[in-house]
Every structure is written in C-alpha cells, then in structure tokens.
C-alpha cells in the first residue's frame, strides 16, 4: 500500500503559480490539520490519562524520532522546563544522528534499526517510563526498532504517524493518527505531517503536565523566571492572585523564585 504522506499532491503546476497561489493552497491544505487531529482526541486522551499516571511514579517521558519528527520532538521536550518548571530530564527528545542531527541532516542515520535503542539506553529507560515514537511516513526503522524493543521490555509506547497502515501504527501501544492527506509538495512531511505532529506533542506535553499539577486556574505558576519578559508576567499573575502591590509582588517573586512559591509563602504568612 502506498504511502499516504508520499501521495502526489492535490496540486500540480506549482512552479508555475504566481506568491498568492502558492500561499493560498498551502493555506488550504494547513486548514485540513486541525480537523484530522479533532478526530482522534480520544486516543490522544488516553495516552495522556496513562502516560501522565507514569511521570507522577517516577517515569520520565521520552520522544525518539528522526529528521523533522526527532527536531520536534525535541523542541517539545525543551520547552516543559522553562514552561512548567520540570527537571530537564522529565521530557527528553532524542534525535536519530544525535544533537548534531538538529542542525544539519546527517545520512542514513534513521536507517539504523537498532541505534535507536541504543540511544535510549544511555539514559537507562525502564518499564516506569513512556516513550512515543514520531515518524510521518511510520517506517522510519531507527524509531520502529526503538518501539519494537521498548514493547518487549515491557515499556508503554505511543506513536505519531500520518500513515495509519504504517508498520509503526501497527507496533505502538497507543496509535495517534492523524491522516492530513498528500502534502502540497510532494513528500514534504515537515508541512502538513510536522504541522500535526507539532499540535499533538502541544496536546501531550501541556496535557500531562495539567495533570500533574503545573498549571494553577490557566496560569504557568511553575515556569522559571528566565527572562524580563517572564518575570513581568511573573509579578502580574501574583498582583491578580494575591492582590498585592507590583512592588511587593516583585519582591515576593524574586525571595522564593517562582509564582507558586510566593502566593503560597505569603498565605502562610498572613
């Protein structure tokens, strides 16, 4: 069976377009992501409930993938420290070619079956962890291998795929798939598939870490103070929450280090 993501495009002449044309489809086509991904909610949501269960044990979360589904990946995972105020080794992305390979392609580095192991096993992953296998096309074998063995030791797996026929679907525990169609060009999955790719990885990280307790009301109370920007937003979320002066709402925010920290403390202490 062919594969969906390599699929001719629903566009032909795209040399020929004239800017707005070539935006305009691709405009049409990104419009098509959101829905594919509204379907499968309910299998987004049961990963979370499972793998959110796993990190408040003890588990850590891992993504494995290659090209643009390793980079976002690990984008993904960079982001939950500075966000909610998690250990850097909570989410971890890892890439097939290493953190090289986040730059600049390195060749045939996803055609390794057994190197993705190989990877995971150098931050000691065991059955208390979770680890979600991103590929568009499903048939990446550094990311399947990695599945493969992951299943035999008894690790919950997951995978992101747009191809749901994909030897990928077919192996991983909990199967998100969302099917967005042939690409605009061609067999250009960082469009359409990383755009799907990238929603989800929002869904789960931000989903998970609700669940554990990152999130007060809407407000990131956990996030580190690591630039001017949060930091102002730091001081107006404890204005609106303990209603305090800006001034006293910095001098909290700077004493305890995060937003959590100071409403709590000055709770206590009135």
Request: net charge neutral; hydrophobic share 40%; proline share 3%.
């Amino acid at each position: 069976m062919k594969s969906i993501t390599e699929s001719s495009s629903l566009y032909d002449g795209l040399d020929k377009m004239s800017t707005t044309e070539i935006l305009t489809g691709i405009n049409q086509e990104d419009q098509k992501v959101a829905l594919s991904i509204k379907k499968i909610i309910p299998f987004i949501s049961d990963f979370i409930d499972v793998a959110s269960k796993k990190l408040m044990g003890g588990g850590r979360l891992f993504y494995i993938g290659a090209g643009t589904s390793g980079r976002l990946g690990i984008v993904d995972a960079s982001e939950c420290p500075p966000t909610f105020g998690v250990d850097h080794d909570l989410v971890v992305g890892i890439i097939a070619g290493g953190d090289k390979a986040i730059r600049k392609a390195v060749e045939f580095a996803e055609d390794d079956i057994e190197q993705g192991w190989n990877d995971l096993l150098a931050y000691n992953i065991t059955d208390k962890d979770v680890l979600v296998g991103i590929a568009a096309s499903g048939r990446t074998p550094y990311v399947i291998g990695a599945i493969n063995k992951a299943n035999e030791m008894n690790i919950v797996t997951g995978c992101i795929t747009c191809n749901p026929e994909s030897e990928l679907a077919k192996i991983s525990q909990f199967k998100m798939l969302p099917v967005v169609g042939p690409e605009f060009v061609t067999g250009s999955t960082r469009m359409k598939s990383g755009t799907a790719q990238k929603l989800i990885l929002n869904m789960i990280s931000t989903g998970i870490m609700i669940k554990m307790g990152k999130v007060k009301g809407n407000k990131m109370v956990d996030m580190q103070m690591s630039n001017h920007k949060l930091v102002e937003r730091g001081v107006q979320m404890i204005v609106d929450e303990i209603n305090v002066s800006r001034d006293l709402a910095k001098s909290l925010l700077k004493e305890h280090g995060s937003v959590r920290k100071a409403v709590d403390e000055f709770q206590k202490s009135i």
